[in-house]
C-alpha cells in the first residue's frame, strides 16, 4: 500500500511563479486535506475536501486553491508564488469515523522554497 | 475555539532515561485527543489516540498518555526511550461531536535521545 503520495517532494521557484502540488491516495478516504509546516508553528490547515466534490477553507487559505480532482486525489496550487509561502507541505488523509474522531494518513512532504 | 499548548520546544534525554513530554489543551466541549509523532524527513504518523473509555491509551512502542480531564492535559510517557524514539512529537485535539475538520495540532516538541 503506498497510503499518501504527494509529488513533487522539492521544489524552488521564484517569486510570482506558479505551481501545482500534488497528492493522491489509495486508501478509499473520503476527506483530504493540505497542511503546511513551519519551524516553532506546528501543522496549519491550509484547505480540506470531506468529499469528492466539495473543499472548505482551513486556517491559512490565503495564497493558495485546491481542486479535488475525484476521490483519489487532490491537488494545491499555488497561483503566484511569495516568499512567504516558503514551507512543508503535507496532504493527508481520512476515513470519516464520526465527528473529531478522524484520523489522518499522512504523506512524506514536499519543501518548497520561494526566493 | 481550542487550542494545544505543548510546553517544551525540545526535551533531550539520555537513552533508557524516561521521558514526559507535556501537552495541555483548551475546549469549551468534548474532546478527542491525539499524539503523533514526525520522524525526520517524513510525515506524521498516529501514534496514539483517546477517543472515550479508559483514560490510558498506550502504544505498540512503549509510549503512553493519560487523558486527564480536571487538568485539561494529555502528556505523552515513556519509561525507557531508545535512540530511534528520536523524533518530533505533536499533540493535537478536536471536539467530539463538532466538525470532522477540525483537528488543531500543537507547535510541536523535538525529543533527541542521545547515547
Known amino acids: 500500500n503506498a497510503g499518501v503520495t504527494q509529488t513533487p517532494k522539492f521544489q524552488v521557484l521564484k517569486t510570482g511563479q506558479s505551481m501545482t502540488l500534488q497528492c493522491a491516495q489509495d486508501m478509499n478516504h473520503n476527506s483530504m486535506y493540505w497542511y503546511r509546516q513551519d519551524p516553532g508553528m506546528g501543522l496549519r490547515l491550509i484547505y480540506y475536501?470531506?468529499?469528492?466534490?466539495?473543499?472548505d477553507k482551513g486556517e491559512v487559505p490565503n495564497g493558495y486553491n485546491v481542486s479535488r480532482l475525484n476521490k483519489r486525489e487532490f491537488s494545491l496550487r499555488l497561483e503566484s508564488a511569495a516568499p512567504s509561502q516558503t514551507s512543508v507541505y503535507f496532504c493527508?488523509?481520512?476515513?470519516?469515523?464520526?465527528?473529531?474522531?478522524?484520523?489522518?494518513?499522512f504523506g512524506a512532504g514536499s519543501r518548497l522554497t520561494v526566493l | 475555539a481550542q487550542s494545544v499548548t505543548q510546553l517544551d520546544s525540545q526535551v533531550p534525554v539520555f537513552e533508557e532515561a524516561p521521558v514526559e513530554l507535556r501537552c495541555n489543551y483548551s475546549s469549551s466541549v468534548s474532546v478527542y485527543l491525539f499524539w503523533y509523532v514526525q520522524y525526520p524527513n517524513q510525515g506524521l504518523q498516529l501514534l496514539l489516540k483517546y477517543l472515550s473509555g479508559s483514560t490510558l491509551v498506550e502504544s505498540i512502542n512503549g509510549f503512553e498518555a493519560e487523558f486527564n480531564k480536571s487538568q485539561t492535559s494529555f502528556h505523552l510517557r515513556k519509561p525507557s526511550v531508545h535512540i530511534s524514539d528520536t523524533a518530533e512529537y505533536f499533540c493535537a485535539v478536536s471536539s467530539s461531536g463538532g466538525s470532522n475538520y477540525k483537528l488543531t495540532f500543537g507547535k510541536g516538541t523535538l525529543l533527541t535521545v542521545n547515547p
Open positions: 475536501s470531506a468529499s469528492e466534490g466539495t473543499t
Open positions: 493527508a488523509s481520512s476515513e470519516d469515523l464520526g465527528a473529531g474522531a478522524n484520523v489522518l494518513t
